[in-house]
């Protein structure tokens, strides 16, 4: 069963950046298109950006210009660079399987805070 594991969160000011890496444990990586998902407190998960097996990306109107997701298919894992966060950014990110529908399992996902 195919394993996500994110990492590159935490606490950063309004303005910041951060980078996020999800390393996926299989070789179906490359199969498949990618995304990330996040979920605020009190919010439903909502999907940000998401990334085809060519390349081709899309993304939340909230991030548009602010947020860029990468992949390497040979490293197994998919990045999501933030730039001019704000703080309705906060909340729990997750990568998975798919472009529009998670279809792998959810991983612990990453916390990413944005305040002053």
């Known amino acids: 069963q195919v394993q996500l594991v994110e990492s590159g969160g935490g606490l950063v000011q309004p303005g910041g950046s951060l980078r996020l890496s999800c390393a996926v444990s299989?070789?179906?990586?490359?199969?498949?298109?990618m995304a990330w998902y996040r979920q605020a407190p009190g919010k439903q998960r909502e999907l940000v950006a998401a990334?085809?097996?060519?390349?081709?990306?899309n993304y939340a109107d909230s991030v548009k210009g602010r947020f860029t997701i990468s992949r390497d298919n040979a490293k197994n894992t998919v990045y999501l660079q933030m730039n001019s966060l704000k703080s309705e950014d906060t909340a729990v990110y997750y990568c998975n399987v798919g472009s529009s529908s998670p279809l792998g399992p959810w991983g612990q996902g990453t916390q990413v805070t944005v305040s002053s």
């Open positions: 990334i085809s097996r060519g390349g081709s990306t």
């Open positions: 299989r070789s179906i990586f490359s199969s498949y298109a």
